[in-house]
T-cell receptor, first 112, second 109 residues
Framework: GAGVSQSPRYKVAKRGQDVALRCDPISGHVSLFWYQQALGQGPEFLTYFQNEAQLDKSGLPSDRFFAERPEGSVSTLKIQRTQQEDSAVYLC??????????FGPGTRLTVT | AQRVTQPEKLLSVFKGAPVELKCNYSYSGSPELFWYVQYSRQRLQLLLRHISRESIKGFTADLNKGETSFHLKKPFAQEEDSAMYYCALPQGGSEKLVFGKGTKLTVNP
């Protein structure tokens, strides 16, 4: 079946622009996670949803980052007033069973 | 806070040689641990988890609580094993994962 999809796959933004990154989880998956992966690093947790409820947003680096999942399916990660340090790959993962996270291909964000 | 350390950024072996990718963790209690793999131009995927105790693609990993380690091993490496490998554990009793920085394994012909 279809896996987790993310769009766009690549995004170049000028510093100060707002961006929106989309994640389509596997159908029926209750949990959805966002991770940020900087160059040469492992993924770092940003935020987590169970259905439409955002249960944990402790990893969001600043109030410029905002995530939503209004209908418990598709999720959007929004970054306002992008900065160069926001350049990274943003990974989305979904899961049905505990700890079995399926990852999307990621969105590579480059802020110039 | 839980931490995962992968001391080797790069590891290079020849085909047919044994390979061990190191992972150390900090956690008090009985952790659930995972190895994820990312092949070139593919997405991150689960390779194996501690609790299932199974061998995937010839890889095994044993939890050593005394040494707080969860090293990934394979007796005979293959060229198709070349990839980035990440060790991970859940943080704070939740489902969110803490990842190590990863080890890039290259298996030479």
């Amino acid at each position: 079946g279809a896996g987790v999809s993310q769009s766009p796959r690549y995004k170049v933004a000028k510093r100060g622009q707002d961006v929106a990154l989309r994640c389509d989880p596997i159908s029926g998956h209750v949990s959805l996670f966002w991770y940020q992966q900087a160059l040469g690093q492992g993924p770092e947790f940003l935020t987590y949803f169970q259905n439409e409820a955002q249960l944990d947003k402790s990893g969001l680096p600043s109030d410029r980052f905002f995530a939503e999942r209004p209908e418990g399916s598709v999720s959007t990660l929004k970054i306002q007033r992008t900065q160069q340090e926001d350049s990274a790959v943003y990974l989305c993962a979904s899961s049905l069973a505990v700890y079995e996270q399926y990852f999307g291909p990621g969105t590579r964000l480059t802020v110039t | 806070a839980q931490r995962v350390t992968q001391p080797e950024k790069l590891l290079s072996v020849f085909k047919g040689a044994p390979v061990e990718l190191k992972c150390n963790y900090s956690y008090s209690g009985s952790p659930e641990l995972f190895w994820y793999v990312q092949y070139s131009r593919q997405r991150l995927q689960l390779l194996l988890r501690h609790i299932s105790r199974e061998s995937i693609k010839g890889f095994t990993a044993d939890l050593n609580k005394g040494e707080t380690s969860f090293h990934l091993k394979k007796p005979f490496a293959q060229e198709e094993d070349s990839a980035m490998y990440y060790c991970a554990l859940p943080q704070g009793g939740s489902e969110k994962l803490v990842f190590g920085k990863g080890t890039k394994l290259t298996v030479n012909p």
